[in-house]
């Protein structure tokens, strides 16, 4: 009897050890579960910001490829005289006697200062270009998140 009250004893014990083991694998599960998706909506997170980046890159990439292929269009229109640039500028009379009338030439940019003029608004494309890209990218993707 006494090797019964024993044995019973024994097994209760073991039983009563593998319930507390069980219970705690199980709460180590739930924290691992948790955890799981905490991980799994913080990469959610990170894979629409590179989305947004990407997105974001993309137009800026756009814009300079659209400064960059308006340039000789830009060059030829003003060589033509289909664009002008104003330039506030004195014309040097071309003949040097006083006749009463106006005989300036009419001012126009020198074929260099075309040139010039052509790579200052392409570079004013692409800084413009730049600016905003930057702008988007830290209004989309470099928010704070609250939550943490």
Known sequence: MKTLAGLCAVLVIGLLLALWRLDHVSTRLDAATSRVGVLEGEAKAYEQALIVR??????YQEAIRNAEDSKPQLVADLTAGVKR????????PAHTDATGSADAATPELAADARQDYADLVVANK???AQVIGLQD?????CKRNPTK
């Not at 990407?54 to 137009?59: G, M, T």
């Not at 990218?137 to 993707?141: A, L, R």
């Open 137 to 141: 990218f830290i209004t989309s993707s």
């Open 54 to 59: 990407d997105s974001i890159d993309r137009q």
């Open 126 to 128: 692409k800084v413009t």
């Open 85 to 92: 640039v104003y330039v506030r500028a004195a014309c040097v």
